[in-house]
Nanobody, 121 residues
Framework: QVQLAESGGALVQPGGSLTLSCAVS????????LGWYRQAPGKQRELVAV???????EYADSLKGRFTISRDNAKRTVDLQMNSLKPEDTATYYC???????????????WGQGTQVTVSS
């Protein structure tokens, strides 16, 4: 199993950028598909992006071109670079891990506590 700890959430102005980071401890990180999800008030948690050990990255269609996910297995981190932020990106962002080399079209069992991103002027 793994433990996930997010950091980097902040208040940012529309059009700004922010990078979230998730530290992964525990099991061998290369065995996991890692991802970011988000949940806005009153809405369901939704996929932002996933990065498997094998296979293609997956992004929410509405976020392609603005958000970039990356992982560093040596540093045991998965980052989310967010550009051109909009007020509708305001949400709690959660790191997720699934014990699978490939993306299984669903989140895994492991979640971080979440980090708040607020986009507002």
């Amino acid at each position: 199993q793994v433990q996930l700890a997010e950091s980097g959430g902040a208040l940012v102005q529309p059009g700004g950028s922010l990078t979230l980071s998730c530290a992964v401890s525990g099991d061998q990180i290369r065995m996991y598909t890692l991802g970011w999800y988000r949940q806005a008030p009153g809405k369901q948690r939704e996929l932002v992006a996933v990065i498997p050990s094998i296979g293609n990255f997956e992004y929410a269609d509405s976020l392609k071109g603005r958000f970039t996910i990356s992982r560093d297995n040596a540093k045991r981190t998965v980052d989310l670079q967010m550009n051109s932020l909009k007020p509708e990106d305001t949400a709690t962002y959660y790191c997720n891990a699934d014990r699978s080399f490939e993306y299984q079209d669903r989140p895994g069992d492991y979640w971080g506590q979440g980090t708040q991103v607020t986009v507002s002027s």
